[in-house]
């Protein structure tokens, strides 16, 4: 059965989106304080936060 181009277009275009959300949850998503990730009021404790925990990840790295 013929698939007109831009039909075809518009459904690999929606599966890159999709696909470029999860991956934005998973790697975005592990350095952000979870008051952010649910959208409530935070202060600037979410930045320490998410610095100790690229820290946290910079001596795990060096560490092995």
Known sequence: ???PNWYAA???CKFIHLLL???H???IGRYVAPEVLRKE???N???VFS???IL???YIFFAI
């Open 41 to 43: 009021e935070y202060d």
């Open 45 to 47: 404790k979410v930045d």
């Open 1 to 3: 059965q013929f698939v």
């Open 56 to 58: 946290q990840e910079v």
């Open 25 to 27: 949850e998973y790697v």
């Open 10 to 12: 518009h459904c690999y």
């Open 21 to 23: 959300l999860i991956i």
């Open 51 to 53: 610095f100790a925990l």
